[in-house]
């Protein structure tokens, strides 16, 4: 039997608490086989940042304390990565080199961001893969260019002027859908490994934060069900998504799981991206903290269990951050009711909870 445990997006600010809390979720993760996760920032202290709303990283120090929490692999692809340049970016890889972590989903070439790592246990193998749909600038890697692995997305809007006579200066709907010569270099990644494995999880950055959905928009943007289904045909067994920083819908589809948004796992300064923050400057609008409210603190720790004869079972273990963004067990009735919210918002999946933990039906 193998373990893997997967969880969405880690930034952190300052080390981690020693405390009760703490250990249990450390606990959750070395009790896996594989731990894997998304690295929501470069981790330099070097570069200049390019010019973007949000530039985020990570003092180097501060890796050291992600991979005391248990983590095998990470995912590096997201639109952050090139937040300090291309000297950050390298910067980066070369502190995972230096301390033997492995990373997907970014390279100094297309090639070598697209390349599968696997890892292994016993006769388990695993392949994980990482991609991007939401590229910030010059962030996406090239035949000759560092960078991640980038699904790039088409936008088209949809104006009903009789609606908008009623309702002017609301939203148009907007349809998306993603790069063709993308998805095939997606799925050529899992078929190089298709059958070397026992199992392929692919982390997906992708989505729209619910404070930038128009209010009648709200969930999946349309790319996301047309690359999560090709993943899926292509041989992933399960896709865990992240960049939302909430907790989105699970989708069964031919019997394999798509975690549309795992929410934050560690996020520091997790008030978000107001004007006061050091890592925002110069916001084009206006946003209220009183907007984020519990949503965008509970997250899930997914725990893939693959059994000897190739079965999988997945466990939902609910979190909830506290106020300076760090993660702790949900227990008892909170616990129940995360679970039940991820139940009522996954129609096309069926969430049960056993003793506050969730387990997901792939039948």
């Not at 009903?160 to 993603?178: C, I, L």
Request: hydrophobic share 45%; charged share 20%.
């Amino acid at each position: 039997m193998a373990t893997v445990a997967m969880v969405g997006d880690i930034f952190l600010q300052q080390p981690l608490p020693d405390n009760s809390a703490m250990a249990e979720v450390i606990d959750a993760l070395k009790s896996a086989d594989f731990a894997f996760g998304n690295l929501e920032t470069p981790v330099t202290k070097g570069g200049e940042p390019i010019e973007k709303w949000i530039n985020m990283r990570m003092p180097p120090d501060l890796l050291d304390d992600v991979t005391a929490m248990g983590f095998h692999v990470l995912t590096l692809a997201n639109n952050h990565m090139m937040d300090y340049g291309e000297y950050g970016f390298v910067d980066t890889l070369t502190h995972f080199v230096q301390r033997d972590l492995t990373y997907v989903g970014a390279g100094l070439t297309i090639d070598l961001a697209w390349e599968a790592k696997i890892v292994g246990k016993g006769d388990f193998d695993v392949a994980f893969l990482g991609a991007a749909s939401t590229l910030g600038p010059l962030s996406a890697a090239g035949p000759d260019r560092p960078g991640v692995a980038p699904i790039h997305v088409s936008e088209s809007y949809a104006v009903d002027p009789h609606a908008s006579m009623e309702q002017p200066g609301s939203a148009p709907y907007v349809h998306t859908r993603a790069w063709q010569e993308d998805i095939e270099r997606a799925l050529a990644a899992i078929e190089a490994v298709l059958y070397d494995v026992d199992l392929i999880v692919v982390a997906m950055h992708w989505g729209v934060p619910p404070f930038w959905r128009s209010r009648f928009q709200d969930g999946l943007a349309d790319y996301q069900i047309e690359v999560g289904h090709a993943l899926i045909d292509a041989g992933a067994d399960v896709i865990v998504g992240h960049h939302p920083h909430s907790l989105g819908e699970v989708e069964i589809y031919k019997g394999k799981p798509i975690f549309y948004s795992l929410g934050n796992f560690v996020f520091h300064h997790n008030q978000g991206p107001a004007a006061e923050t050091p890592v925002s400057r110069n916001a084009p609008y206006g946003l209220s903290l009183a907007r984020r409210d519990r949503n965008w603190s509970e997250s899930l720790i997914v725990v893939a269990e693959l059994d000897d004869e190739g079965e999988i079972a997945y466990r939902l273990v609910p979190v909830l951050l506290d106020d300076l963004g760090n993660p702790a067990l949900l227990k008892g009735e909170e616990a129940e009711a995360l679970i039940k919210r991820l139940d009522a918002m996954s129609p096309q999946a069926a969430i049960s909870h056993v003793d506050g933990i969730g387990h997901l039906s792939v039948v």
